[in-house]
C-alpha cells in the first residue's frame, strides 16, 4: 500500500491543470465591475483574522485561571482578576469566536451564492452555445453530472479553501508564534514535526484516495447515464421486454461504484489511524515537556494546561485537513472537467460584424454546396437549389441522400464546408444566428414538447404571446377544440417530451407553436412520416394552409403529400438528379416516377390488406 501512495504525485499536467482552474474561479471573487463583491470579500477576510486572534489568545484566559485556582500568580495584564472572572472571559472569548465566524460566514454568503449563480448560468449558456455536433457525439446524463459537481466543486472551494485551509494555516502560524515566545524553541519544534508529518502523511494517502475517488466518479456517471438513457427511453424498453437486461446493465454499473466505495471507506479507515498516530505522538512529547518544566518548577500548572490547550486546538483543525484536502482536489477535478467543457469552442459562431438577418421576400438559395459531418463522409456535392419568396420546394430521395442535412444548414445548426447558402442574398454566415432563428420556423417529424402545460408549449413560439393569440394559432392548427376537451384545458401537463399526447396531437402543438412564432420561411423536415394515413392528411391541410404566404421547403418522404409543391428536387447521394413539378417529373419516366409508382404500389397493397 506504502508504494502506491508515495507515486500519487500531482503530475505537471495535474498542476498545469488546477492553477487553470484557480484563475478561473478568481475574477467570480474579485470582479472588477462589482465592488460590493470586493467589499464583502475584505470584511470577511478581517473577520477571519479577528477570529482566529481571539481563538489564540483563548487559552491563556484558560491557563490564568488554572494558576488562579492553584494559587500561582496572574499575569499583571489580568489586573488582579479572580478564576471566576477569568473563566467567565475564557467563555466570552471562545463566544466571540464562534461570533466572528458565522458573522465571517454570513458576510461571504452573498459572495458565494452570486459566483455559482454566475458560473452556472455562464455553464448553461454554453452549453446551448456548443453546436448540434457536440450535443450528438455526448450522452444528456454524463453532462448534467459534470456540471452539477462542477458547480458543487466550486462552493466547496471557495467555502474551505478560504475558510479551512487559509484559517489553519493562519491560526498555526499563530500558535507557533505563541508557543516559541512563551514557552521555548523545542516546543515550537516539536509541533512543527508533528504537523509537518501529520500533513505529509495525509496528503500522500490522500492523493491515493483521490483516484480512487476519482473510479467512484466515472462509475457513478456511468450508472446515472444508463439510468436516464433507460427512463427517456422507457417505451421502447417495455416494447422489448428489456427490463432485466436494463436492470443488469444499471447494476453492473453499480457494482463498479460498490468496489470503488468500499476501498474508500477502508483507505479512510488507514487515514485516520494513521492521523492519530502523528498527533498523539506530538502531543504526547509537549505534555512531557510540560510535565517536566512543572516539576522543575519552570513552568506553572496553568502553562501545562494552556500547552495541552494549545495542542487540542491544532489537533481539532488537523483531523479535517484530509478530508478538505480531498474534497479539494476532488473539487478541483470536478470543475476541471466543468471549465473544460466551458472552453469546448462554438462551432458555429457570429462574426464579429454580423448583422441581424433582413427577409423581404423569402428567397432561399444553396449555391454548389458541400457538406459531410465528417471529413471522409461527404453528405452533399455541390448541391444548387433556389427557392423563390412565397414558393413551396419540395426535396424528397431516399434516406442518407442528405434531405434532413439541408435543413440542418439552414437554420445553421453546420456551417457549409463549400459554397453558401444565402437568404435574400444574404449568407447565413454573415448573419446573427438570432435572428436566423427567428425567420425560419421548423415543424420536425418528431415534435418534441416540453414537460410543461399545453399553453406553455404554444406559447414557447412567442412567449410574449397573449392567450387570445395562443389560442387563435391552436384553431389555425386545428387542435383547440381537442383542448377545450380536456379536463384542465390549456393548462394541461404533457408529460414528459410531450408522451401524454399522441403523435398527431404533438403535431399540431407543434404547428400551433409555429404558426405563433410567424415566420417568413417554413421548413416542414418529413413533418408527418411518422403518423397514420388519416391524420397525417388531417395535418396536412394545417400545413398547407399553415405555407400560404410564406416561403416552404418541405422534406418528405411520401410523395402523395408534396404533389401540389412548385418543385420537387430529387435528391440521390448528395447530388440532385432531378427537378421540375410532379407532373413534369412524372412524365420523364426518372427517379421520380419510380419512386411515385413503388410509392402507389405500397399503398394500395396496404389498403387491400386491411380490407
Do not use: C
Amino acid at each position: 500500500m506504502v508504494s502506491r501512495i508515495t507515486k500519487a504525485e500531482f503530475t505537471p499536467e495535474e498542476r498545469r491543470q488546477n492553477w487553470r482552474t484557480i484563475r478561473k474561479v478568481a475574477p467570480y471573487m474579485w470582479p472588477k465591475d462589482q465592488p460590493w463583491v470586493r467589499r464583502r470579500v475584505v470584511v470577511a477576510m478581517l473577520l477571519l483574522v479577528v477570529a482566529k486572534l481571539i481563538s489564540v489568545l483563548t487559552p491563556f484566559f484558560y491557563k490564568a485561571a488554572v494558576d488562579s485556582l492553584a494559587g500561582d500568580a496572574t499575569p499583571a495584564w489580568m489586573l488582579g482578576a479572580g478564576a471566576i472572572t477569568l473563566t467567565i472571559a475564557y467563555g466570552v472569548a471562545k463566544l466571540m469566536t464562534v461570533g466572528f465566524q458565522q458573522l465571517r460566514d454570513a458576510v461571504f454568503a452573498r459572495v458565494a451564492q452570486r459566483a455559482l449563480r454566475a458560473l452556472a448560468l455562464e455553464t448553461f449558456q454554453h452549453m446551448h452555445r456548443l453546436s448540434m455536433r457536440y450535443h450528438i457525439t455526448r450522452k444528456t446524463g454524463g453532462l448534467s453530472r459534470i456540471i452539477e459537481r462542477g458547480v458543487k466543486g466550486v462552493e466547496f472551494l471557495l467555502r474551505f479553501l478560504l475558510f479551512s485551509m487559509g484559517p489553519l494555516v493562519l491560526e498555526l502560524l499563530m500558535i507557533g508564534v505563541v508557543l516559541y515566545i512563551v514557552f521555548d524553541i523545542w516546543y515550537l519544534a516539536v509541533v512543527v514535526v508533528t504537523i509537518w508529518a501529520y500533513v505529509w502523511f495525509t496528503f500522500k494517502v490522500t492523493e491515493w484516495r483521490v483516484k480512487i475517488r476519482k473510479q467512484m466518479n466515472d462509475q457513478d456517471t456511468d450508472a446515472n447515464q444508463k439510468a436516464i438513457d433507460s427512463l427517456l427511453n422507457f417505451e421502447t424498453v417495455k416494447y422489448f421486454g428489456a427490463e432485466a437486461r436494463e436492470a443488469e446493465r444499471y447494476d453492473v454499473s453499480m457494482a463498479g461504484y460498490e468496489q470503488a466505495a468500499l476501498k474508500t471507506s477502508y483507505s479512510l479507515a488507514f487515514l485516520n489511524f494513521g492521523q492519530s498516530v502523528f498527533i498523539t505522538a506530538g502531543l504526547v512529547a509537549v505534555m512531557v515537556m510540560a510535565a517536566m518544566g512543572v516539576q522543575r518548577g519552570d513552568l506553572t500548572v496553568g502553562d501545562f494546561v494552556m500547552v495541552n490547550a494549545y495542542m487540542i486546538q491544532i489537533t481539532m483543525p488537523l483531523n479535517f485537513l484530509g478530508t478538505v484536502y480531498r474534497e479539494i482536489r476532488q473539487s478541483l477535478v470536478d470543475m476541471g472537467e466543468m471549465f473544460t467543457l466551458l472552453e469546448q469552442p462554438a462551432e458555429v459562431k457570429d462574426k464579429p460584424d454580423a448583422k441581424p438577418l433582413v427577409v423581404t421576400e423569402g428567397k432561399v438559395e444553396l449555391d454548389d454546396v458541400y457538406f459531410g459531418y465528417e471529413a471522409a463522409r461527404p453528405i452533399l456535392k455541390g448541391v444548387s437549389l433556389t427557392v423563390g419568396g412565397g414558393e413551396t420546394v419540395a426535396i424528397v430521395g431516399p434516406s442518407g441522400s442528405g434531405k434532413s442535412t439541408i435543413g440542418r444548414l439552414l437554420f445553421r445548426f453546420y456551417d457549409v464546408n463549400k459554397g453558401a447558402l444565402r437568404i435574400d442574398d444574404q449568407d447565413v454566415r454573415d448573419v446573427t444566428q438570432v435572428s436566423l432563428h427567428a425567420q425560419i420556423g421548423v415543424v420536425p417529424q418528431d415534435t418534441v414538447l416540453f414537460n410543461d402545460t399545453i399553453l406553455y408549449n404554444i406559447a414557447y413560439g412567442r412567449p410574449e404571446a397573449t392567450r387570445a393569440e395562443v389560442e387563435e394559432a391552436a384553431k389555425a392548427a386545428k387542435i383547440h377544440d381537442f383542448i377545450l376537451s380536456l379536463p384542465d384545458g390549456y393548462d394541461t401537463t404533457v408529460g414528459e417530451r410531450g408522451l401524454k399526447l399522441s403523435g398527431g396531437e404533438k403535431q399540431r402543438v407543434g404547428i400551433a407553436r409555429t404558426l405563433l412564432k410567424n415566420p417568413p420561411i417554413l421548413l416542414l423536415d418529413e413533418a408527418t412520416s411518422a403518423l397514420d394515413t388519416q391524420t397525417e392528411r388531417d395535418i396536412q391541410d394545417s400545413l398547407r394552409e399553415m405555407g400560404q404566404g410564406r416561403t416552404v421547403i418541405t422534406i418528405a418522404h411520401r410523395l402523395s403529400t408534396i404533389v401540389d409543391a412548385d418543385m420537387i428536387v430529387v435528391l440521390e447521394d448528395g447530388v440532385i438528379v432531378e427537378r421540375g413539378s410532379h407532373d413534369e417529373l412524372l412524365s420523364h419516366h426518372g427517379r421520380y416516377y419510380k419512386m411515385w409508382n413503388r410509392q402507389q404500389a405500397d399503398e394500395e397493397k396496404g389498403l387491400a390488406v386491411a380490407e
